[in-house]
């Protein structure tokens, strides 16, 4: 599943709610999207003395190991980064976050 902007999608009035959030933003964009099950999250930032993980955790990879989908990634506020992984571990190299989003 990939975040898009409320503020981006077209203001028209939708009355079903489901339809509202589901819509793209962009349906060129979407056309191009394909979904894989897994799980994502963020490890946030920190900041003054308190710093996260940003990698998988023990606990990520725990519950990767009982999970469905194949592969499973975070995302390192701190460092922009996306980790692949699974329950046995991290799954290749950390990918720079701006690559993962096709930003250039």
């Known amino acids: ?3 898009f902007s409320c503020a981006a999608v077209k ?3 939708i009355t079903d709610r489901e339809e509202w959030a589901t819509r793209p933003a962009n349906p060129a964009t ?3 999207l394909a979904t894989v ?3 994502a999250h963020i490890h946030p930032k920190g900041g003054g003395d308190r ?3 940003q990698g998988p ?3 990520d990879k725990k519950f990767a ?3 469905t989908g194949p592969i ?3 995302v390192g506020a701190a460092d922009k980064k996306v980790y692949f992984y699974n329950g046995s571990g991290v799954i290749g190299k950390p990918m720079k976050l701006k690559d993962f989003m096709g930003n250039p």
């Open 65 to 67: 190991g009982m999970s």
């Open 51 to 53: 710093g996260f993980v």
């Open 57 to 59: 955790s023990g606990e």
């Open 11 to 13: 203001q028209e009035r």
């Open 72 to 74: 499973n990634l975070v």
């Open 37 to 39: 099950g897994g799980f």
């Open 1 to 3: 599943m990939v975040p």
């Open 30 to 32: 979407d056309q191009k």
